[in-house]
C-alpha cells in the first residue's frame, strides 16, 4: 500500500483541473497531465501484476472505430477496457460507415448511449485522421450537454495521422523504467531514425510521437533520416520548440551513423515520406488506383536507395559504450527473418527481443490510464477506492 | 426511490400472467405487456441516468444474429445486453450459416447452451422474416422443455418483415414522454406517411410497427402514400381495427398535405411497394442478379417520380400550430446533406435533430427491458432488488 | 452440496501435481488429468443447472483464434469464458495474420498481457496444427517466465490435425452419463466408422480423438472405414497400445456391418483419408488451386464408391438389443435432410436428435474445466470458494 499511497500522493500533487476528457495529441496536454497517465498506468500495472482488480466500472461499453487493420492496438485497446471493467463493442468500418458531416455526429451519438470510452484508429489519411476525432469529440460533447448522452465517453487517440499518443507513451514508461525516472531522462541522447523496409506507406505518427513527446523532457533527441523523408513540418517546429524550452536539443541529419554516435537510445523504423504520404491521400481520396500503384512503384524504388539505413552490429556499436537501448513499436522488419533486408540485423533484434516486449506492455494501462482519467472528475479519489478494495482478480 | 416505488407499483398492477417469453410483434402483446416494456425501460433508463447499475445478470450470453448490416441496433442490442450484465455473441451470417428446419433447430440449440437472450434482424426476405423467428422460438422451448438447455432464452425481434418493436416501441415511449403520457395520445394526430429517397428496398416495418402500435392508443393515424406503395396489407388490416377498439381512427391517404394537416406527429420516411419486396424476395431466392438489377432500375424510376413527397418547412407549416414533432427511426436522407433530394428538408431535420437522437436513445433499454420481462418469471421482485441494490455503475 | 463435496473430494484424491498448463492432446495426459476434467465439468455444469454463479474471474480476457469457420466450438469457447467471467477477444486472421516463427513468439505475446486463456482451433494444415499451438504455448510460457507477461494464459486446443480433446472429452461425458461411470465403460463395444457424406476434406481430428482416447477406458473399440481412409499411422499405433493397457481391445476392419455388430454405442462420421489430407495440404502451401481441385473431384469420385456407408435403421437393428447409443459431433449429414444422401438416415438421427444435443452440451463445461485445472495451482481451493460463495447467476 505504501508504494500506491506515494503514487496516489504524486497524482495528488499534479494540477489536472484543465484537462479535457479526451486525449488526442501529447502536445496539447500540460506535462502534469502526461505525468498523471504515466502515473495512473503504473498504478493500474502494479495491481495487475499483484493479481489484484482494477474493474473502475460496473459495466459499460468501450467502442472501438479501426480505420486499418491492428493487431497489437486492437487488443491493448480491449485488454485496457477489460481490466476497468468495460466491454468492447466494434464499430466495424466494413460493416457499417462511418463518414464526416452530419453522419459522424450521429452515429457518434447512436453508438454512445451507453459507452464511456471510444478509442479510434485512423491514420490512413494524411489531414483527416486527426481531424475526424476533434469531429467525434464535438459530436458527443455536444450530444451530451444536450441530454442526449447520460454520460460523457471519453476518446482515446488509438493512432492519427499526427500522433500516435499511447505508443509515445508506452516508450516514454519504458524509458523512465530503463533509466530510473523522468529526471533522469534530461541529457539523454535519443536518435529516432528511419530504417529501411521493404514495404511501403508506413505512418509517420510514431515518429511524429516520439519527436514530439521526448523533447519535452529535456532530451537530446536526434531525428535522422534520407533527404526526402520529412516529417510534417509543423511537428518538427513543435519538437524544435519544446526542446529549447525543456533544456534538451532537437536535431535534424541525414546521417544515420551522426545519430547513433553515443546514443543512449535508438529507435529506428521506416515511415513513408510526408510528400508521398499527402500524395498518396490526394490518390486515395480521388479513387486513383493506377496512380496509386504507380506511387507504390516509386517509393519502393526511393526506399531501395536507402538499404544501408539498418540498425546492424556495426551501427550498434556506436553508440553510448555500444549498449544503446534499441526500441520498436512492433513488428518490426527483421533482415533475414520477416524480410530479406530491413530495419534491424537478426542479432540485433534478438538482444533486445525482450526489451522491445516490455516496451509494448505498458501500452494497454496506458489506454487504461487514459480512460479513467477523462471519466472520472476526481481520479484520485477514484483509484484510492480501487486500490482500498483490495479485491484479487481470480 | 419513490419515483421508482409509483413506476414498481404500476407494474405490478400490470397483467403479465399469460405473457410469452420472446417479444416478436407488438400486435400479439396485450397492453399490460406493452405498458411493462414501457415501465421497464423507464426504470433503466433512470437508473442508467442516476449512474446507477443495471446489472441483472452475473454472467451470460446474448446471442444477436443479424442477416443484413446495421450499426444502431446492432448497438442497441450491444448496450442493452451490457447494461443487463451479459455478454454479447455474435451469430456471424457470414462466418456460420444459419438455415431453415433441421439446422435452424440445432443452431438454435447449439448456440444457447448458456445464452439468456437473443436478438434477430431479418427483414429481408418478406414472408421469411417473422417465421424463421418462430422457428428459432420452438427450437429454444423445445431444447428447454427436454433439458437440453437450462434455461429458457429470450427472443427479441430487433426488425423482421413486419414489425419493428423495439423501434415502435421506442417512438412510443418519446411520444409518452412528449405529450405527458399514454392516455393524453388520444386523440393526437400522427401522420405516418411515405417519403422520397434516392435509395431503394427499404423495409416495410418501420411504417407497419408505427400503424400496429400507435393505433391501439387512441391516436387519429393517417398513413399516407403515393399509390402503389402498398404495406402488407394484414397489417393495414390490423390497424384499422385496432384504431376502432381503441377509440382512434386509422385514415389512408395517397396526399402527403392531407396528412400533415393538423398533424401532432408526423414521420416522413422511405419504404418499398409491398409488392416490389415481394418480386424481390423472389429474385433474390432465385439468385436472379438481371431481374434484380431490373428491378432496381424500375423501383427507382418510380420513386423518381414522387420526388415531391419530401418534408418541407412548407410541409411542416400545415401542421398543428406548425409545431408538430418530428419523427425519424434515423438515418435520415436529408436534402442536400446526405443525398441530393431526400425525405426531409436539410432546416427541418436540424430543427429536430435532438429530438430523433432522444428517439433512438430509448431503444437501448426497451431491449433490455423485453430481456427482463421475458426471462424473469417475477419481474417486479427482480426489478425491486437491483433497485434496490443502490450499486453504482462505476 | 453434499453432491459438490463427493465431486470435490475425488477431485482431491487425483495426482495432478506435473500437469501442464495446456490442454493440447488428450494422450498427453495422465488419467488423473482426464478424471479432473470430467469432475470439474461435472461441478461447472451442476452449478449452471441450478442458476448459479461459475464466475472464477473478475476480470480478463479470453483469446480465440480460429483458421477456420466454426459455430459451434466459437460458441462452446465463448461460453465457457464468459460461464468464468472472462471476455473473448478474437485474433481475427483475415484481420491479422498469425504465422511461424518469430511472427508466432511475437503475436502470442503481444495478444496475452491481460490474457488468461487462449482457444486454438487449427485443423487445415496435416502436421502443421498441433505444432503451432506448441510454439504458442512455447511462446507464452517464456514470456511469462522473462516477466513480460504477469499470468501464464492457458492454452486450449479447440481442434487441431491430430486430436479434438474438448469434443473427445464432451463425447466421454456422454458416455459416462448413458453408461453410470467411468468404470461402467470397461467391455462395452464402441464402433467408431467412417460414414459416407457428399462433401470432402473433413478433419482427421474427431475419428483420432475417439479412438485415442476411449481406448484408454477399457472398451472394445472398433474403427472401421473403407480401404484407403487411413487415420494418422501413430494414432492408430497408439490406439492400439492404449487398448492393451486398459484391458480393452482396438480392432480395425473395412465392414460397417461388423463394427456395428453387438454394439454399445456407434459413431458413425466421415473423414478424408490421411493421405488425401496430406496431398491436400501440400497443394494448399503450394497455393496450387487447379492441384486441389483435381484433388476434390477425386476425394470426392472416391467417397461416392462408399454410399453404402450409411448408419441406417438396418444397421442399428444390428447393435446390441438393437439400441445402440448413436453419436455425432454434429452437424450431421443427414439422408434426405441436409443433403440427398450422407452419414445418416432420418428416422435414425431423429430418434437421437435430443441424444446428440445432449452430447454437444457438454462442451463449454470441458472447456471452462480446462481452463480451471490450467490457471489455478490449487484447483480444488478455487472451486470450493466459488461453490461456496453460492453466488446465483441472476
Known amino acids: 500500500m505504501n508504494a500506491y499511497q506515494s503514487l496516489l500522493d504524486h497524482l495528488q500533487s499534479l494540477d489536472l483541473s484543465r484537462r479535457s476528457p479526451d486525449f488526442l495529441l501529447t502536445w496539447e496536454k500540460t506535462e502534469a497531465e502526461l505525468q498523471a497517465v504515466l502515473t495512473v498506468a503504473r498504478i493500474l500495472r502494479n495491481l495487475h501484476k499483484e493479481g489484484r482488480s482494477t474493474r473502475f466500472f460496473d459495466t459499460g461499453l468501450a467502442v472501438s472505430i479501426f480505420r486499418d487493420q491492428s493487431t497489437r492496438t486492437r487488443f491493448s485497446f480491449a485488454s485496457a477496457a477489460n481490466a476497468l471493467g468495460l466491454t468492447v463493442a466494434d464499430l466495424d468500418e466494413e460493416k457499417s460507415q462511418i463518414a464526416h458531416g452530419e453522419t459522424v455526429r450521429e452515429t457518434a451519438n447512436m453508438i454512445s448511449f451507453l459507452t464511456e470510452a471510444i478509442g479510434i484508429r485512423d491514420d490512413k489519411f494524411l489531414g483527416a485522421g486527426h481531424t475526424g476525432m476533434v469531429e467525434v469529440a464535438e459530436a458527443v460533447q455536444t450530444g451530451f450537454e444536450e441530454g442526449t448522452l447520460h454520460q460523457r465517453p471519453t476518446l482515446v487517440n488509438l493512432q492519427c495521422d499526427l500522433d500516435h499518443p499511447t505508443q509515445s507513451l508506452s516508450d516514454l514508461s519504458m524509458l523512465v523504467d530503463t ?86 537510445v535508438v529507435y529506428p523504423k521506416s515511415w513513408a515520406p510526408f510528400t508521398i504520404m499527402q500524395e498518396r491521400t490526394r490518390l486515395l481520396r480521388a479513387g486513383d488506383t493506377r496512380g496509386l500503384d504507380a506511387l507504390e512503384t516509386q517509393a519502393l524504388a526511393q526506399n531501395a536507395e536507402h538499404q544501408d539505413w539498418e540498425c546492424t552490429e556495426e551501427k550498434m556499436a556506436l553508440t553510448h559504450n555500444g549498449k544503446a537501448l534499441y526500441m520498436h513499436c512492433l513488428p518490426a522488419d527483421i533482415s533475414g527473418v520477416s524480410c530479406k533486408q530491413g530495419e534491424v540485423a537478426a542479432t540485433v533484434f534478438d538482444r533486445y527481443r525482450k526489451a522491445t516486449y516490455q516496451q509494448a506492455s505498458y501500452k494497454p494501462f496506458i489506454i487504461a490510464a487514459m480512460i479513467v482519467l477523462g471519466r472520472f472528475p476526481d481520479p484520485v479519489a477514484k483509484i484510492t477506492d480501487v486500490v482500498g478494495r483490495s479485491q484479487l482478480r481470480y
Open 179 to 264: 533509466f530510473g525516472s523522468l529526471e533522469n531522462l534530461k541529457g539523454k541522447k535519443l536518435a529516432m531514425t528511419w530504417a529501411y523496409s521493404p514495404s511501403y506507406g508506413k505512418p509517420l505518427s510514431v515518429p511524429q510521437g516520439v519527436i514530439g513527446l521526448m523533447t519535452r523532457f529535456g532530451m537530446e533527441v536526434t531525428l535522422a533520416y534520407p533527404e526526402g523523408y520529412d516529417l510534417v513540418p509543423e511537428i518538427m517546429d513543435r519538437a524544435q520548440t519544446q526542446a529549447r524550452e525543456s533544456g534538451g536539443t532537437f536535431t535534424v541529419t541525414h546521417d544515420m551513423d551522426a545519430a547513433f554516435q553515443e546514443a543512449d
